[in-house]
């Protein structure tokens, strides 16, 4: 019923089904009110001291805050793996290393437009020492000498422009010059490493402004974790941010997870016919119970809660034709006398079990009839 979001109206009709149904049951496992037996043959429920707890339920799963992926900037294929998954890292250490591997195009390529801007740096450099000698005696400006000087600096440029790309393409290493470039993958913060997507000898595609790249590992800081889901929106409207929450994990059946919620989103999403709200939950810090990134959890968001309050089975509670009043049966005074009615003012309810706040005290008895049979 969760999962698949039913229509709540026919979810609460089949819960007092099923709770009339195993009534004999609820009683034998110490659900609230003791069952008795009156002399007319109907039973009787004690109103019990007990707590309630009003909430709305979160369906998601426990995921680290803050993730990154790790991708390459240059081509190639995996050379080294320096982790596995699981190892806990630190911002600079070394993650892969990448070994290029050119096409035999790539490499005739760079080796051309090396030659070729070695010959437009010869070029440029003999124009520019012949304008020299000519400025010296008097046959060039200074501005046109200036133009073949800027020429030659442009062409040495080129060169070495080439002779790195080429470097580059055959090593995945630029060793000289001012920028330094290597092809050892680092970690850019601190984290755990929760995937890895390649191996020694995968290819990688870089990553570029027209491109994604290839993921090669996912990080994450595993010790700020976060519950995320959605609320069905009949309960988004009653929460709001900063609520109690209490997290069951599915892995951890024993174990209790306190947290706040954090955020609601504004907008709603259609999954398989219902609408539903992201929420995002912060785990309470200091809790003694390990969690790992992907563990399906349920969050129950407390939006009220009481202690130590008069409850009755919601199911013995009888409403006036009006809905405006209602009422509970208690045993007549005699042993053949009909059950009597009594108003009773109703407080905070979960469903199942409901407080009373006027009409009934600690032990008063509730008559409780069969349920009708349905031909």
Known sequence: VVAGRADPTAIDFRMHVVANA???????????????????????????????TEKALAVGQIEPRERFQVKSKISGIVARCFVEVGDVVRAG????????????QELLNVDHRVRSAEASFGKARAD????????????????DLDALKESFELAQVSVEQARDNRELTRQGIVSGGVTEVE????STASGTVLSR????????????????????????????????????????????AGLSCRIKVGALPD???TGRLARIAPQAQRSEGATLFDVEIELDPDQEVTLRAG????ADVVIREKTEIVLIPERLVLFSDDGSE??????????????EKVAVELGLSDGLNVEVIEGLSVGDQVVQRPPKEIS
């Open 22 to 52: 195993l009534l004999p049951f609820q009683a034998e496992e110490g659900h609230v009110g003791n069952r008795g037996t009156v002399e007319n043959g109907l039973t009787t429920v004690e109103a019990e001291l007990g707590d309630i």
């Open 93 to 104: 250490d070394p993650l892969f290393e990448i070994a290029p591997d050119p096409t035999p």
């Open 128 to 143: 520019y020492e012949r304008g020299m000698e000519l400025h010296r005696d008097g046959l060039l400006s200074k501005g």
């Open 183 to 186: 092809r050892i993958i680092r």
């Open 197 to 240: 997507a390649v191996d020694v000898g995968d290819p990688v595609v870089p990553l570029t402004s027209y491109q994604p790249g290839t993921e090669l590992a996912s990080i994450a800081d595993m010790s700020d974790l976060i519950f995320q889901g959605t609320v069905d929106e009949i309960d988004v409207g009653k929460i709001a």
């Open 255 to 257: 174990e209790i997870v």
């Open 295 to 298: 563990y399906s959890a349920n």
């Open 326 to 339: 209602t009422f509970v049966e208690i045993p007549g005074l005699g042993p053949e006398a009909e059950p």
